[in-house]
């Protein structure tokens, strides 16, 4: 599967982004999929996930409350979505996918390992 993140870009704290990652094939609805990302001189970090069905999610501590993550099988997509940013949301976020699907357990969607599928990267600037 190939994926393809977009809608980064410059907000201001306290403002709001939707990012998309559109996948090819035709299978997406079996796929878990996360969001990861990557600040400026530091390790990539779990930012969201949720499971092939679409009705478990996990988030990092540092977003909850802030951001949510949903997929919309039809239309071979995963969004998250991104209120209340703050400066340190700063980051280029990723998109993956792992084909397990239901023999993933929820809470090992926070690891980067989990996934087999990475997308390109969207970058996304908070500004005071």
């Known amino acids: 599967v190939q994926l393809q993140a977009s809608g980064g870009g410059l907000v201001q704290a306290g403002g709001s982004l939707r990012l998309s990652c559109a996948a090819s094939?035709?299978?997406?609805?079996?796929?878990?999929m996360g969001w990861f990302r990557q600040a400026p001189g530091k390790g990539r970090e779990f930012v969201a996930a949720i499971r092939w069905k679409g009705g478990s999610t996990n988030y990092a501590d540092s977003v909850k409350g802030r951001f949510t993550i949903s997929r919309d099988n039809a239309k071979n997509t995963v969004y998250l979505q991104m209120n209340m940013l703050k400066l340190e949301d700063t980051a280029v976020y990723y998109c993956a996918a792992d084909s397990s699907g239901p023999r993933r357990i929820l809470s090992t969607m926070s690891m980067g390992q989990s996934y087999n599928y990475w997308g390109q990267g969207t970058l996304v600037t908070v500004s005071s």
């Open positions: 094939g035709r299978t997406f609805s079996s796929y878990n």
